[in-house]
């Protein structure tokens, strides 16, 4: 089941982060992977400045979860996660699908540039890869992230981004 999470779905949420961006480790570069990969104190503020998470729930326990944040004339996916023995069983896909149904505009997505299988996936589900000038640009008008993750990560985009 697909549902929008409550503040009851915190910690989990925090748990599949942490336990999903595992992925990263020694793929991202080291100075911007940390223990905890997202404190509590980052997902707070995460979700105060507008990041409203959606997750697949399994027998009563939430299994992947993708954050959704309104930026105006874009959506942004955020924060994309599925635990590690979820992983591979369609859960993130089936949540993409139902968060692009419900949604009208151009959606981006952020990623680390060394992340080639979350780029690979995108990219077969539709979502084009930005040039450098226009993933900076538009990291930097919509994204709340440090200078060092600009220059490391890649945008990903669905519909027409060419005019934002």
């Not at 998470?53 to 105006?72: C, I, S, T």
């Not at 149904?101 to 680390?112: A, C, K, M, V, Y």
Request: glycine fraction near 10%; proline fraction near 4%; aromatic fraction near 10%.
């Amino acid at each position: 089941m697909i549902r929008l999470c409550s503040d009851p779905d915190f910690e989990e949420i925090l748990e599949i982060i942490n336990d999903g961006a595992s992925a990263y480790k020694g793929v991202i570069p080291g100075d911007r992977w940390h223990e905890p990969y997202m404190t509590a104190e980052e997902l707070r503020r995460e979700m105060e400045d507008g990041v409203h998470f959606w997750g697949y729930e399994e027998h009563d326990r939430l299994n992947a979860v993708m954050g959704l944040q309104d930026k105006g004339e874009v959506m942004l996916i955020r924060h994309a996660y599925v635990r590690t023995k979820r992983r591979r069983k369609g859960l993130g896909g089936k949540l993409l699908r139902h968060l692009e149904s419900e949604i009208d505009r151009p959606i981006l997505i952020g990623t680390w540039a060394e992340a080639s299988w979350a780029i690979a996936y995108y990219k077969k589900g539709g979502y084009g890869l930005l040039p450098p000038e226009a993933k900076t640009r538009l990291l930097k008008r919509f994204w709340k992230i440090p200078e060092r993750q600009v220059e490391t990560s890649v945008v990903l985009a669905k519909g027409k981004w060419e005019d934002l």
